[in-house]
């Protein structure tokens, strides 16, 4: 009875260790003709213009001076490549 129960459990074994049935192997082709091409904006960065800002603490002196740099004046601090400011 032993020796049938030891080749039981040596064919579980090997049977085991046996490769599994082979299955196709599935693949995935897209459909490149029917896709709609996704289109990704940047944002390419624009140097700002040159532009001068002049706080209404500059002396006037200084102010007339600043007025020949040939730069434009303008007049919201933000949209300057350029501030002068006194504190």
């Keep these: 009875m032993h020796k049938k ?3 039981l459990v040596i064919v579980i074994l ?3 260790c046996a490769p599994a049935t082979q299955t196709a192997p599935v693949t995935f082709t897209p459909d ?3 896709a709609t091409p996704v289109v990704e904006s940047t944002l390419t960065p624009q140097p700002m213009p040159d ?7 500059v002396p006037n002196d200084l102010r007339d ?6 730069l434009p004046i303008v007049t ?4 300057a490549s ?3 400011d006194v504190s």
């Design 5 to 7: 129960s030891y080749l």
């Design 14 to 16: 090997i049977s085991a």
């Design 32 to 34: 490149f003709s029917t």
């Design 51 to 57: 532009a001068l800002w002049l706080s209404p603490a």
């Design 65 to 70: 001076l600043a007025k020949t740099f040939g």
């Design 76 to 79: 919201v601090a933000e949209s």
């Design 82 to 84: 350029t501030k002068l």
